[in-house]
């Protein structure tokens, strides 16, 4: 059974920094990606940071420059570093995990296993 738990979420200034953490266990496939969405009150669930098993990286236009996506793959833990936050980087961010053969993906309707998220809230 594939298992997400993020951590790291919390109440920052502008401004400020974190750190989440998704600790991954569960899952066989060779071929992963995994990424991070948020989705703030009466929004639809943004893509904000996409990662391959290949190394490859994406990140959303808003959030280029600041946020950073990595995984230590001796903790098969994925991370997004979050730098210089806004009150608009307020929501709630999910870690999100799923087979991929070839290419990194940016849709939410790829991914197969999810997390409960971890709140990150950002005041002015």
């Known amino acids: 059974q594939v298992q997400l738990v993020e951590s790291g979420g919390g109440s920052m200034q502008t401004g400020g920094s974190l750190r989440l953490s998704c600790a991954a266990s569960?899952?066989?496939?060779?071929?992963?990606?995994m990424a991070w969405f948020r989705q703030a009150p009466g929004k639809e669930r943004e893509g904000v940071a996409f990662?391959?098993?290949?190394?490859?990286?994406r990140h959303a236009d808003s959030v280029k420059g600041r946020f950073t996506i990595s995984k230590d793959n001796a903790k098969n833990t994925l991370y997004l570093l979050m730098n210089s936050l806004k009150p608009e980087d307020t929501a709630m961010y999910y870690c999100?995990?799923?087979?991929?053969?070839?290419?990194?993906?940016?849709?939410?309707?790829?991914?197969?296993?999810w997390g409960q998220g971890t709140q990150v809230t950002v005041s002015s």
């Open positions: 569960g899952y066989t496939f060779s071929g992963v990606c």
């Open positions: 990662y391959r098993s290949s190394g490859s990286t």
């Open positions: 999100a995990a799923g087979p991929c053969p070839s290419g990194l993906r940016i849709s939410a309707t790829a991914y197969t296993y």
